[in-house]
């Protein structure tokens, strides 16, 4: 995951075309290859190109833009969306003078948008055009969209020029630093696991624990997206496919059993349009590229939402049914859901205020918190609490504190959302435990409070310390970007804008995955398997999931 973009940061983009015009592509080819317009992109538009050589010599498709000079000391990024349709060779993509300069062919994937991005400190002379594609004697036939050129070392957002922001090249729209379905979560990967693995939860096919990482027995290099509930996983492929493993205690791998699965199975609804997927001690929630929230598993406390405390061994509908359903998040016994429309919808157990609702009365149907409001970006849902990130940067939390878990300088119960004591408008994505709490800012540094048991706040204290106030780990640094809290608070992982991964707290039985079966950790440290290629992590009770692209390419 090259990066977790800020789609409201775009204050630095200097050239953004999606659609064809004759006057800014263009093409340099001998007869025989084509370029066709009218091709469906992924923001759901005809506003792509096809590109067609037919070995011929000297292929060129280049987009020109008005003059910029460069210093000759910053970085710029180029990119553009990208699917191939046929055709094997070289591609390679310039900036004017080739620098930035890339060959890209091995990143095509047949009939899939990718997304090209290169970065580089260009010559200090006038810029005025990017190749997309150049090379000779190939037979490619490609589907171009989408250029963007910016000043800084990373790729932002897609911005096309009629407003809509696209942040990968799966169609999908989104408007928000889409912590679970990243911008470039399109591209494929593989799924690892690591720790405890009693009842299958590893999808190896055996319930022999692992202290580094293994890849499940469905093995593949299309996973999207994971999610570990306290026994049992769920994930996505890029296919649009949900897979869940492990523990079946009331129904929450969705497969109409009450059976564990030590090998990944599909759920019992199938489908291919899953777009995102939350796991949690009992249940399991998951929205569809319709915008249609699903859940299943226990019910207790009314946490799917279906208007009843029955167990759901199959996905079903929540009681507020709708199509705009954006983001969901699950806890111990309550679900938290964003729509698109920027409303927070909460429901399920409340004893502990968790639904910040300004009561404490469980709901078996969604409601809006108490603070109301249409600016919510990201919320995350902790065992008795709740924590979430506004559009303007601010976070909120609120529920039980009995353990610094809301971040107040307190250890009061809050019963609507209420920001932490650290304030700030740069928070970019947080992540919930039964008690501790961990966030990342704009800036790339990472904060946790709560509870520290095991050492969990990386922060090089443990034995039952407490922070009640946001705290950075011993590890600092301002390249973090993704942090995952383990299902029952005892385990934390995260990874770096470097694609590295990192893991501390408690080992029980190979929790962080570095080929030892205890020995906590005050501190982050990196796993057995190395690696620089890490995409996004979740954790379980006990044990790990993440996935990594099949190479760094950035």
């Known amino acids: 995951m090259p990066t977790f973009y800020n ?6 983009n200097l050239v953004s075309y999606s659609t064809y015009n004759a006057s800014t592509w263009s093409n340099n080819f001998p007869a025989g290859a084509t370029l066709t317009t009218g091709i ?27 003059s910029f000079t460069p210093n000759g000391t910053d970085t710029y990024t180029t990119s553009f969306f990208v699917r191939k349709i046929s055709g094997t060779g070289s591609a390679w993509t310039d900036l004017n003078d080739g620098n ?3 060959e890209y062919s091995s990143q095509l994937i047949t009939n899939q948008w990718v997304r090209v991005t290169v970065s580089a400190v260009p010559t200090a002379t006038a810029k005025t055009f990017i190749d997309l594609f150049s090379d000779n004697n190939t037979n490619y036939t490609l589907d171009f969209w989408g250029v963007q050129i910016e000043k800084k070392s990373s790729v932002g957002a897609y911005v096309a020029t009629n407003g809509t922001i696209v942040p990968g090249g799966d169609g999908r729209v989104y408007s928000f630093d889409d912590v679970f379905v990243p911008a470039d979560a399109f591209r494929q990967g593989n799924l690892w696991t690591w720790g405890y693995n009693g009842v299958g939860q590893l999808g190896d096919n055996t319930t022999t624990s692992k202290y580094t990482p293994v890849t499940t027995l469905a093995g593949g290099a299309n996973w999207k997206q994971v999610a570990s509930g306290r026994e049992h996983i769920a994930a996505i492929k ?15 791998l969705g497969d109409n059993t009450t059976t564990n699965r030590s090998t990944p199975v599909t759920t019992f609804v199938g489908g291919t349009n899953w777009k995102q997927v939350f796991s ?11 915008g249609t929230l699903w859940t299943w598993g226990g019910n207790s406390d009314g946490q799917l939402g279906d208007n009843t405390n ?8 929540t009681f507020a049914g709708g199509t705009n359903w954006k983001q969901v998040s699950c806890g111990g016994y309550h679900t938290s859901a964003i729509k698109t429309d920027g409303t927070l919808w909460t429901w399920g157990g409340n004893s502990s205020v968790q639904l910040g609702n300004n009561t404490n009365t469980n709901r078996s149907t969604p409601v809006t918190t108490f603070a109301g409001g249409t600016n919510w ?14 559009t303007d940067g601010t976070l909120w939390t609120w529920g039980a504190n009995f353990r610094g878990s809301l971040a107040d300088n307190t250890t009061t119960d809050k019963r609507t959302p209420v920001t932490t004591f650290a304030g700030g408008t740069n928070w970019k994505q947080v992540s919930c435990a039964d008690y501790p709490t961990a966030a990342i800012k ?18 090089n204290t443990g034995t039952s310390f407490i922070a009640s106030i946001p705290v950075t780990t011993f590890a600092g640094g301002t390249n973090w970007k993704q942090v995952g809290f383990s299902g029952n608070g005892y385990g934390s992982a995260a990874i770096k804008t470097n694609g590295t991964l990192w893991t501390w707290g408690r080992n029980f039985l190979g929790t962080l995955g570095n080929n030892l079966n205890s020995g906590d950790r005050f501190t982050p440290i990196t796993t057995f398997a190395g690696g620089t290629n890490w995409k996004q992590v979740s954790c379980g009770q006990n044990h790990m999931t993440a996935t990594t692209y099949i190479d760094d390419y950035q």
Not at 310 to 317: A, D, E, M, N, Y
């Open 238 to 252: 890029t296919d649009g496919t949900l897979w869940t493993w492990g523990g079946n205690t009331n129904g929450k």
């Open 40 to 66: 469906s992109a992924p923001d759901g538009s005809t506003n792509a190109v096809r590109f067609t050589c037919n070995n011929t010599t000297n292929a060129l498709l280049r987009v020109t833009f008005p």
């Open 377 to 390: 970006k990201q919320v995350a849902c902790g065992r008795f609490h709740t924590a979430a990130i506004k």
């Open 310 to 317: 029955t167990q759901r061994l199959t996905p079903v509908t």
């Open 442 to 459: 704009t800036d790339g540094t990472l904060w946790t409070w709560g509870s520290n048991d095991y050492g969990q706040l990386g922060n």
């Open 280 to 290: 949690a001690s009992n249940n399991t929630a998951a929205i569809k590229t319709d």
């Open 7 to 12: 789609f409201t940061d775009n204050s630095e």
């Open 100 to 102: 930035p300069s890339v």
